[in-house]
């Protein structure tokens, strides 16, 4: 399976700051994935992170609150912008290496908190 | 559109106990994955197995087994012989080729195993 590497794995931040989060995987995978899950709650797609081009939002997710890069088949980055105390949540990373094998994995997650 | 429901919120048994989390799940795709994952106070999503639509025969893993029936769309996940150390919450998830890969999740099963 994928070794996924995702940073910080936690953070307190001031309101109306961003957060940048790192996703980095040990191998090239096939589709790159970003949840949220909130207080006790469970998991809510943000996005699909598309290589090379701009990722796909879920209904209620917008890309200016969350910009998503992916610039290469490894590597992808979520930012949380102007934040508020409702986007404390877990934030995690999710890899498909292959379709035909469909696996996916899951990051540390990254849990924040906003004060 | 795709739904996950896992009835149980919150389970509590005593070690040993035998515990099975119910997880019901609605698609009109005839392919499909379904998944379990543990989550860990830790907060990682830790995978625990993979079934495919085409595939109902049940799995055994240790202590684990899971039963898939396509007839009640049901994909339930028995644990026999509980340890405290599988107290987490548990999720069920599903995936849809045609509708992008990505997971959606049920609402989560709480275990606590006591000793």
């Known amino acids: 399976s994928a070794v996924i590497s995702q940073k910080p794995s936690r953070d307190i931040c001031q309101r109306g700051t961003s957060l940048t989060i790192q996703c980095q995987v040990d191998s090239q995978v096939t589709m790159m994935f970003w949840y949220r899950q909130q207080p006790g709650q469970s998991l809510t797609l943000i996005a699909t992170a598309n290589q090379g081009s701009e990722a796909t939002y879920e209904s209620g997710f917008v890309i200016d609150k969350f910009p998503i890069s992916r610039p290469n088949l490894t590597f992808s980055t979520l930012t949380v912008s102007n934040m508020s105390p409702e986007d404390s949540s877990i934030y995690l990373c999710?890899?498909?290496?292959?379709?035909?094998?469909?696996?996916?994995?899951f990051g540390q997650g990254t849990r924040l908190t906003v004060v | 559109a795709q739904k996950v429901t896992q009835a149980q919120t919150e389970i509590s048994v005593v070690e040993k106990e035998d515990v099975t989390l119910d997880c019901v799940y609605e698609t009109r795709d005839t392919t499909y994955y379904l998944f379990w994952y543990k989550q860990p106070p830790s907060g990682e999503l830790v995978f625990l197995i993979r079934r495919n639509s085409f595939d109902e025969q049940n799995e055994i893993s240790g202590r684990y087994s899971w039963n898939f029936q396509k007839s009640t769309s049901s994909f339930n996940f028995t644990i026999t012989a509980s340890q405290v150390v599988d107290s987490a919450v548990y999720f069920c998830?599903?995936?849809?080729?045609?509708?992008?890969?990505?997971?959606?999740f049920g609402g989560g099963t709480r275990l606590m195993v006591k000793p």
């Open positions: 999710s890899v498909v290496q292959s379709i035909l094998n469909y696996e996916a994995f």
């Open positions: 998830a599903l995936s849809v080729r045609n509708a992008g890969n990505m997971l959606t």
